[in-house]
């Protein structure tokens, strides 16, 4: 399971609304100073997420808590917002560069583009239905796990400050 530290910002029924800062893995790569992320983090990192959480242990608006994630979750949702739209792209892609040469058009191009703009579409369409189908399963929901300890408390207080 994943977890992270977030702050309970406001209650909803079962649902908490958690605020928790977006991080990155800098620090931990091997490419040190020829990667560019860290300057694009200076930018648009360090920004604060607020997302909606089940709440089982009954927290309050102000408690800093640990929500998790199911990692297998994760990995599905990627697999969602990135590789289908992508296959459904270079798909359709294909498919109009293949009805385009079948009906002996001069310029394949226009129609490939067009159907892969299409296909790209369509696959960002699908994503969007399937995640409000999915956003019901309780196994791809983030949980309030626990009140956060001191260590994590105080962790999570320091990255508020390097703001």
Same mark, same amino acid.
């Given at each position: 399971m994943l977890e992270e530290t +977030?702050? $309970?910002?406001?209650? =909803?029924?079962a649902f908490a609304?958690?605020?928790?800062? *977006? #991080?990155?893995t800098c620090g931990g790569c091997q490419a040190g100073s020829a990667c560019s992320t860290? @300057?694009? #983090?200076?930018?648009? !990192? #360090? *920004?604060?997420?607020? $997302?909606? +959480? @089940? #709440?089982?242990?009954?927290? +309050?608006? !102000? =408690?800093? $808590?640990? $929500? !998790? @994630?199911?990692?297998?979750? @994760?990995?599905? +949702?990627s697999v969602r917002f990135y590789l289908v739209p992508i296959l459904m792209l270079i798909g359709f892609a294909g498919f109009g560069q293949w009805l385009a040469? *079948?009906?002996?058009l001069v310029s394949t191009e226009p129609a490939s583009v067009f159907a892969g703009l299409l296909g790209l579409l369509m696959g960002l369409m699908w994503t969007r239905y399937h995640t409000v189908r999915i956003n019901s399963c309780k196994r791809s929901q983030l949980v309030i796990l626990r009140l956060a300890n001191t260590h994590s408390s105080w962790r999570f207080a320091s990255k508020n400050l390097s703001l």
């Open positions: +977030a702050l $309970v910002t406001s209650l =909803d029924g609304q958690v605020e928790t800062l *977006r #991080n990155t860290p @300057l694009l #983090n200076k930018y648009f !990192g #360090n *920004r604060k997420v607020s $997302v909606r +959480a @089940l #709440n089982p242990i009954g927290a +309050a608006p !102000g =408690d800093k $808590v640990v $929500v !998790g @994630l199911e990692e297998s979750a @994760l990995s599905q +949702a040469e *079948r009906s002996s």
